[in-house]
């Protein structure tokens, strides 16, 4: 069974990490695979690895900060597979890791640009053709700092922050066109910012480095995992579902037949007293 035959998937973040396994697993699932990402030698790898495994996939090699790059990498997509039909991105860096006293305002702006802004690019890029046909899925994977205070790490978490609320905000502006954009907690995983931990040292926090250490032992969360809520959250199945951040650790099957409170799965509100 290929349930994702023939749609088209463009993954932000695709040449590495959980952005690349999630498009190797799409691509086994049957789906036209757009890879996005910066580096060449990584997108033809992952491309590579998909053609061998007698998948479809297309490279694009793009940075999510430049606009038009944005646009001209999902129109190529649009040519080779049609229009995206579901978006997920999987693109991040931290930027700037310390305390925000000793930070370089250059790489705190840079993760902004690239969590935040690029995933604006990418949103509006594809959007008008999921609101035409009246379908379409968009998945923003986001981190630790999405769901609580990140010591250390203040422009990631900012970053990660604001785009649940990007995502709550951006929901009910495409509520009645039957298109569904949700955040994704993929848990502690083993990817290239943990090497970035562990390259920071003092800076990150005696804490960050530990849990990247046992991260890099273990590998953390099993990619299995990642790809059922992703390939749920993707699907009909989650047609009732927009404008929530689920983590692979919640008990997100009950979803699926039953839709979460109103308040459940967001940005934390402060309850007036």
């Given at each position: 069974?290929?349930?994702?035959?023939?749609?088209?998937?463009?993954?932000?973040?695709?040449?590495?990490?959980?952005?690349?396994?999630?498009?190797?697993?799409?691509?086994?699932?049957?789906?036209?695979?757009?890879?996005?990402?910066?580096?060449?030698?990584?997108?033809?790898l992952?491309?590579?690895?998909?053609?061998?495994?007698?998948?479809?996939?297309?490279?694009?090699?793009?940075?999510?900060r430049?606009?038009?790059?944005?646009?001209?990498?999902?129109?190529?997509?649009?040519?080779?597979?049609?229009?995206?039909?579901?978006?997920?991105c999987?693109?991040?860096?931290?930027?700037?890791?310390?305390?925000?006293?000793?930070?370089?305002?250059?790489?705190?702006?840079?993760?902004?640009?690239?969590?935040?802004?690029?995933?604006?690019?990418?949103?509006?890029?594809?959007?008008?053709?999921?609101?035409?046909?009246?379908?379409?899925?968009?998945?923003?994977?986001?981190?630790?700092?999405?769901?609580?205070?990140?010591?250390?790490?203040?422009?990631?978490?900012?970053?990660?922050?604001?785009?649940?609320?990007?995502?709550?905000?951006?929901?009910?502006?495409?509520?009645?066109?039957?298109?569904?954009?949700?955040?994704?907690?993929p848990?502690?995983?083993?990817?290239s910012?943990?090497?970035?931990?562990?390259?920071?040292?003092?800076?990150?926090?005696?804490?960050?480095?530990?849990?990247?250490?046992?991260?890099?032992?273990?590998?953390?969360?099993?990619p299995?995992?990642?790809?059922?809520?992703?390939?749920?959250?993707?699907?009909?199945?989650?047609?009732?579902?927009?404008?929530?951040?689920?983590?692979?650790?919640?008990?997100?099957?009950?979803?699926?037949?039953?839709?979460?409170?109103?308040?459940?799965?967001?940005l934390?509100?402060?309850?007036?007293?």
């Amino acid at each position: 069974m290929r349930p994702f035959k023939g749609k088209s998937i463009l993954i932000t973040g695709a040449g590495r990490g959980i952005g690349k396994r999630l498009a190797i697993a799409f691509a086994s699932a049957g789906a036209h695979v757009g890879l996005l990402a910066r580096s060449k030698a990584e997108l033809d790898l992952a491309h590579l690895e998909i053609e061998h495994a007698g998948g479809s996939s297309l490279r694009l090699r793009c940075d999510v900060r430049d606009q038009p790059q944005v646009a001209g990498a999902v129109e190529r997509m649009a040519h080779q597979f049609g229009p995206a039909q579901i978006l997920i991105c999987a693109h991040g860096v931290f930027g700037a890791i310390g305390p925000l006293a000793s930070a370089d305002p250059a790489a705190w702006a840079e993760a902004v640009h690239t969590n935040l802004v690029g995933t604006m690019h990418l949103c509006r890029a594809a959007l008008p053709e999921m609101v035409a046909r009246r379908w379409g899925k968009v998945v923003l994977l986001t981190g630790p700092g999405a769901e609580g205070p990140r010591p250390n790490f203040s422009a990631y978490s900012a970053c990660q922050a604001a785009l649940v609320r990007f995502a709550e905000t951006l929901a009910e502006e495409v509520r009645d066109s039957n298109v569904q954009i949700n955040c994704m907690n993929p848990g502690a995983t083993y990817t290239s910012l943990t090497d970035d931990i562990l390259r920071a040292q003092e800076l990150a926090g005696w804490k960050e480095v530990q849990d990247a250490s046992h991260i890099r032992t273990n590998g953390g969360t099993p990619p299995e995992k990642q790809v059922q809520l992703t390939q749920f959250l993707c699907s009909e199945r989650s047609n009732h579902i927009s404008g929530k951040l689920i983590g692979v650790s919640d008990d997100w099957k009950k979803l699926e037949h039953h839709n979460a409170h109103a308040e459940m799965y967001t940005l934390r509100r402060l309850q007036r007293v």
